[in-house]
Structure formats: structure tokens, C-alpha cells
């Protein structure tokens, strides 16, 4: 019975790091993608919703680095305020 466990547990583990390294880091997801989407922010958006609704495919956190990235935004985003995003 631990022998099998010993290898469930291997394989989760290796699951675990190849969908880590699967997962392009900022300046490869930049890259892919055509930032030519301006969007004005509206009351109550935040960065973690803006990037939950333009991109399912990849990790949120790296879309929201990527936004923040591509617009220099140091920390918060305001109502009206211009941003690009990557079109679909």
C-alpha cells in the first residue's frame, strides 16, 4: 500500500511541475499576445477581474503582471483611466 501511495504521490509531483513549466513567464506572454485592445475602466474594475474576463487560458496573475506591464501601472487603476489590453 505505500509503494502505491509512494507513486501516486510521484506523479502528482510531476503533474505539479510540468503544468508549472508549461506556463510561459511575463515577457513571453506579452509577446504572444497583439496589445492593440483600449479599454476604460469603470467603476468597481480591478485589475484581477479585467484579466479574469479577457484570459482563461493562462495563470490570472501573470495576465494582471502582463496588464501592469504593458500599461506601467505601479499599483492601482482608477475609473476612466486607458488601458490596453491584448485583443482576442
Known sequence: MSKLLEL???????????SILKQP?????VQLHDWGLVYTVE???TLWNIA???ESEFDIRLVV???KEVNKIESLIYEDQR???PKN
Request: glycine share 8%; net charge negative.
Open 8 to 18: 501516486v504521490l510521484i506523479c502528482l509531483v510531476l503533474v505539479i511541475i510540468l
Open 25 to 29: 513567464g511575463l515577457e513571453d506572454f
Open 43 to 45: 467603476k468597481g474594475d
Open 52 to 54: 479574469a474576463d479577457i
Open 65 to 67: 503582471a502582463a496588464i
Open 83 to 85: 488601458i490596453i489590453l
